[in-house]
Structure formats: structure tokens, C-alpha cells
């Protein structure tokens, strides 16, 4: 059974930081594309950042671009985001995703972990 276990949200100020853990079992972690996708209150789900399963080669969206830094540790199938500078348009709920970017919106996901930033 897939698995995707997300952590590490919570409430932060404007320009502060969080750091997004996402557990994953079930399926060859290792091996796979992960994504962070999001959806903010009253929007659609948004694709966020997206890692080769390599562990170096990443791509993200033009809104949170040289603000978020996402990564992963396949040793401990576990997929991170790190997320700075933060705005109150990055208010949603974040959940990993398995895929890349052309599936992450479609992917099974976890169950989230809501980030809220207060201006």
C-alpha cells in the first residue's frame, strides 16, 4: 500500500521559513520523481517544485522560484521541502506527491500539512 506521510507545517510570520517532510512507502521510493503540490483556500491544487529521482535535478514554479528549495534523502524515503521567505500567498495545505511535475496533480497523495503565514 502507498504511503505518503507529510509533516512539519504550522503558523509562521511573513519572511519566516518552515522545512516540509514527507515519509513514502509502499513503492520504489528510490526510484521515483517526487512533487510538492499545494492548494490554498478557495484554489485549485497547485503543482509547487518537483526532484529526479537523481537527487539533484529540480524544477519549481515561477511563484515560489529561489524561495523554496526542495529535496530528498532516498536512504530514508523521505522527500523535503524548505520553504523561506515565506508570504501569505503561500497559505495552503502541502502534500508530496509521486510523479513529476506532468503527474503530480493526479498522483496519490498524503494527507497534508497545512502552512499558514501571518503578514
Known amino acids: 500500500e502507498v504511503q505518503l506521510v507529510e509533516s512539519g507545517g504550522g503558523l509562521v510570520q511573513s519572511g519566516g521559513s518552515l522545512r516540509l517532510s514527507c515519509a513514502g512507502s509502499?513503492?520504489?521510493?528510490?526510484?521515483?520523481?517526487m512533487s510538492w503540490v499545494r492548494q490554498g483556500p478557495g484554489k485549485g491544487l497547485e503543482w509547487v517544485s518537483s526532484i529526479h529521482s537523481n537527487e539533484v535535478s529540480t524544477w519549481y514554479s515561477d511563484s515560489v522560484k529561489g524561495r523554496f528549495t526542495i529535496s530528498r534523502d532516498n536512504s530514508k524515503n523521505t522527500l523535503y521541502l524548505q520553504l523561506n521567505s515565506l508570504e501569505p500567498e503561500d497559505t495552503a495545505m502541502y502534500y508530496c506527491s509521486i510523479g513529476n511535475r506532468d503527474v503530480a496533480l493526479r498522483s496519490p497523495r498524503g494527507q497534508g500539512t497545512q502552512v499558514n503565514v501571518s503578514t
Open positions: 509502499g513503492f520504489p521510493f528510490s526510484a521515483s520523481p
